[in-house]
C-alpha cells in the first residue's frame, strides 16, 4: 500500500529526534515486573519511565532496557536508538481526569526486520491501582497474544508497573517560543503558518495547509495514528531557517535548518504546489544532518 509522503516524513522526523546514547538508571522509586513474548522468545520488562511534557495525557513507557531519565521523552524511542540498542519498549497515553487509557498512543517498539513499531489499539486492558499527583501505577496485558502480519510479530506482554511523576515543567512553563528566519516569498510564509500549527499541535489548521492528496490519505489512516503524529508534530525544532525556494510553474521545493532538543542539526527537504492560487503542502521530510 502506498503511504503517505507527509506521514512518512514526520516518522522520520521522529527517528531523528534526540538521540541520545548513554543508558541511566530509571527513577528512584519507580519500578517495572513482568515479561512479553515476542516470536515465542522471552523479553522481560524491568524498567518504566513516564513522558510528563504534556501533563494532561502522561506517557508511560516499559522497557527491557535502561533509558535516558533525565528529563524524560518519548522522543528518544527513535528507529535509530531502538535499533543500535536492541531496545524493546511498551508506551501508552493516559487521560488522569478518567484514569484509564486515552488512546492516543498505545505502541510496542522493537528492532524489526520490516518495522520498529507496532500499534496496539485496543488489543491490551490497563488496570490502575494509584494515579495521584506524584505516582502512576498498574498492571498492562494483552489479554490474548497479537498477531501483526505485516510485521511478522506475535507478541502478548503482562507486566506491573509504579512510577513517580515527580513535577512537570511543562505544566507552568509557557508555550514554546518559535524563531523562524530567512526567505519570506509566498510558499515559505504558507510553509511557516503550516509549521506553526505543527508546533502548536493543531491538527486541524495544519491539514488546511496540506496539499488535498496528502490530507485524503491523512484522513484515511486510524485515528490513534493521527494523534500519534499529533504528538510528533509538537516535537519539532522551534528554531529554524528557511532556503530560497526554487519555483518553477506550480511547484516550489526548498531547504529548511533547525536544532533539535539536544543541538542535533536537522535539515528539511520540503516541497509545494498550488492548489486553486492556494500554496499547500506535498512534502516535510526532516533528516539529522550533524551537531
Known sequence: MMKNRLIVAFIILCSAMTLIWGENAQPQSSSASGSLTLNNEEIKLTFVYVDMVNPEEPIVVL???PLPSEDFSI??????????????AVLFSLSPMEKKLSGSL???????????FVALGDQAVLTITQFDDTTIAGQYKTPKPIVDGFSEVTLSFD???QVKTGKSKAGTAPLKKITITGDTSLPARI???YYKSCIEGDLGKGLDFMAEKERKEFDRHARENREALLYLFTQRPSEMRISTPAISGKMASFTVHGSIRLGEEATGSVKMVLEEGQWK???DKWTITGK
Open 63 to 65: 522497557s527491557d532496557k
Open 75 to 88: 522522543s528518544i524511542l527513535s528507529e535509530t536508538y531502538i535499533r543500535e540498542k536492541k531496545a524493546h
Open 106 to 116: 498505545n505502541f510496542f517498539y522493537f528492532p524489526g526486520n520490516k518495522t520498529h
Open 159 to 161: 507486566a506491573t508497573f
Open 191 to 193: 510553509y511557516v503558518e
Open 281 to 283: 503542502v506535498s512534502e
